[in-house]
């Protein structure tokens, strides 16, 4: 499955944005759909999942503050952030893979930019 994120940039501390990934190819394979992020000098961490069926995942850090979505008819996954932080700012990237540990596809990333 190909992989593709958009909808990043630069937005004030406490705006809003939100990321899309879009999939094609053997979208059957991406069962399951996560956003990582990877802020400059740090490794890169989990940030939410969704599963085909719905089931929904998110680190400690965002709870509250972001929700994963999906639109299987569109096969695409959705990040809608609120309250942003500076301690956002990074590279986000999806990823797709059949379980929720490991992520065989990934897509380019896009940036997000939070300061005040």
């Known amino acids: 499955v190909q992989l593709q994120a958009s909808g990043g940039g630069w937005v004030q501390t406490g705006g809003s944005l939100r990321l899309a990934c879009a999939a094609s190819?053997?979208?059957?394979?991406?069962?399951?759909v996560a956003w990582f992020r990877q802020a400059p000098g740090k490794e890169r961490e989990f940030v939410a999942r969704?599963?085909?069926?719905?089931?929904?995942y998110y680190a400690d850090s965002v709870k509250g503050r972001f929700t994963v979505s999906g639109d299987n008819a569109k096969n695409t996954v959705y990040l809608q952030m609120n309250s942003l932080k500076s301690e956002d700012t990074g590279l986000y990237y999806c990823?797709?893979?059949?379980?929720?540990?490991?992520?065989?596809?990934w897509g380019q990333g896009t940036l997000v930019t939070v300061s005040s």
């Open positions: 990823a797709a893979g059949a379980t929720p540990i490991n992520y065989s596809s």
């Open positions: 190819g053997r979208s059957a394979s991406a069962y399951f």
């Open positions: 969704i599963s085909r069926g719905g089931t929904i």
